[in-house]
């Protein structure tokens, strides 16, 4: 799972090489996933029974995420002429250029051109580098989803729907519970007491949990040698972004 101190000191290399090219750049905070850590991928935390029933569901599942970025924003509110030039220094014109397969054919590309290109660059060695340490752990993430069909989990959801019918509603998965409430936010503490008080006397959350974790530990033994190379890759880039902040 790659730190977040990673993507502190790529941005703060993308900023050194725009300012070099006389350009602002905005403040970037590193990404923030408050999921927890189960076993060896982040799950969504348990929506616990006295939770709903006081506030509801919890903002990070009812307010949708922004989906502009500061680096966007900051771009957008640049006059036409500026805007160009301020992509063109930060993608550079190589196009996706560097290309890497990965873990069950998995191919995936970027370019190594402008301000991003030499930060990663200059922090995993390579632009492949980088892809290899980013998508392994995000393959690994991904496995998680295959826990949906796990007989014990399809099972888990079965009841949970006929615990959410008897209470009235009829929604088949606790995302399908977030998505009523959204739409009707006079019956969140409802929906969500329902859904947190059917969760727990199906066990789905735990089940689902013990499935993701059994999963991702088969895809991990099953692709070990680039996961191992992964991980190599990622301690030497924690190496050299701590260098870093020393000489700076």
Not at 56 to 61: K, N
Not at 177 to 185: G, V, Y
Not at 213 to 239: K, P
Request: one cysteine or more; aromatic letters at 4%.
């Amino acid at each position: 799972m790659r730190a977040a101190a990673l993507d502190v000191a790529e941005n703060q290399l993308i900023a050194q090489c725009m300012r070099r090219a006389g350009l602002s750049y905005p403040d970037v905070p590193p990404p923030r996933d408050d999921r927890p850590v189960v076993g060896l991928v982040r799950a969504s935390a348990p929506l616990r029974v006295e939770d709903a029933r006081r506030e509801g569901y919890p903002d990070s599942v009812m307010i949708a995420a922004s989906r502009q970025g500061p680096v966007e924003a900051h771009a957008d509110a640049l006059p036409p002429e500026s805007r160009e030039r301020f992509h063109e220094v930060l993608r550079g014109d190589t196009g996706t250029d560097v290309r890497v397969t990965l873990a069950g054919g998995f191919e995936t590309a970027a370019s190594s051109g402008g301000c991003v290109g030499s930060a990663r660059k200059e922090l995993y060695g390579s632009v492949a580098n980088f892809l290899t340490v980013f998508y392994t752990a995000e393959l690994a993430q991904r496995q998680a989803s295959g826990a949906d069909r796990d007989q014990e989990v399809v099972a888990a959801y079965e009841s949970y729907a006929q615990c959410m019918g008897v209470k009235g509603h009829r929604v088949a998965a606790p995302a399908e519970a977030i998505a009523l409430a959204k739409k009707h936010p006079s019956e969140e503490v409802a929906l969500a007491t329902a859904d947190a008080e059917c969760r727990a006397a199906t066990r789905l959350h735990e089940l689902r949990e013990a499935a993701a974790d059994r999963i991702v530990r088969r895809w991990l033994a099953d692709n070990e040698g680039t996961v191992v190379q992964a991980h190599a890759l990622l301690v030497e880039a924690q190496r050299i972004s701590l260098s870093s902040n020393h000489k700076r």
